[in-house]
């Protein structure tokens, strides 16, 4: 498959740690990059490339790859985090960028 | 302040044209790929393509190849993105986006532009 899998929803109870993963054939090659969107707003990049972080992304997010899989993890969620996250990368051909189908949060 | 500026919501009918614009501010728009999504109503994001404002090198998604068209200006630092007869399956948000230099990350984004399509 050319595409990028995401699980529809995750949950973490306040303070604690959750990881969100994005799996696909062409993370082997390419790196993954993380969106974060709010209701009624546009997303708002927090992790990309190997793991680094925009300016302004608290530090409990981190960005890891593993084979086929990259990981984003939120280290002691905060209320301010639910929201809706998006991986983005290349598809498989290299041609094309491609969003991953998105991972809803609720922070407990 | 690095910023996207989109143009405001339309309400069209099917069949109708329309071109919404996206205009950089706070940065060299000429070196920096712009890249279009959409987002359905209560849906995910999709790719739909992406345009070099500095010699208008266009690529786009394979789902959206002949669907829609992507421009430039750059002597007014503004992107587009056309249809020539929309759909009521065009009803969406659609964003606007800076590709970070050297990568494939969208590090800013537009506030959006809601276009319906509705007879």
């Known amino acids: 498959s050319s595409g990028l899998t995401q699980d529809p929803a995750v949950s973490v109870a306040l303070g604690q740690t959750v990881r969100i993963t994005c799996q696909g054939d062409?993370?082997?090659?390419?790196?993954a990059n993380w969106n974060q969107q709010k209701p009624g707003q546009a997303p708002v990049l927090v992790m990309y490339?190997?793991?680094h972080r925009p300016s302004g992304v608290p530090d409990r997010f981190s960005g890891s790859r593993s084979g086929n899989t990259a990981s984003l993890t939120i280290t002691g969620a905060q209320a301010e985090d639910e929201a809706d996250y998006y991986c983005?990368?290349?598809?498989?051909?290299?041609?094309?960028?491609?969003f991953g189908g998105g991972t809803k949060l609720t922070v407990l | 302040e690095v910023q996207l500026v989109q143009s405001g919501a339309e309400v069209k009918k099917p069949g109708e044209s329309l071109k919404i614009s996206c205009e950089g501010s706070?940065?060299?728009?000429?070196?920096?790929?712009i890249g279009w999504v959409r987002q359905m109503p209560g849906k995910g994001l999709e790719w739909m393509g992406t345009?070099?404002?500095?010699?208008?090198?266009?690529r786009y998604s394979p789902s959206f190849q002949g669907q829609v068209t992507i421009s430039v200006d750059k002597s007014i630092s503004t992107a587009y993105l056309q249809w020539s007869s929309l759909k009521a399956s065009d009803t969406a948000m659609y964003y606007c986006?800076?590709?970070?230099?050297?990568?494939?990350?969208?590090?800013?984004w537009g506030q959006g532009t809601m276009v319906t399509v509705s007879s």
């Open positions: 062409s993370l082997r090659s390419y790196y």
């Open positions: 345009i070099y404002p500095g010699d208008s090198d266009t």
């Open positions: 706070g940065y060299s728009f000429t070196y920096y790929w």
């Open positions: 983005n990368s290349r598809d498989s051909s290299g041609n094309h960028v491609i």
């Open positions: 490339g190997k793991d």
């Open positions: 986006a800076r590709r970070q230099s050297g990568e494939d990350a969208y590090d800013i």
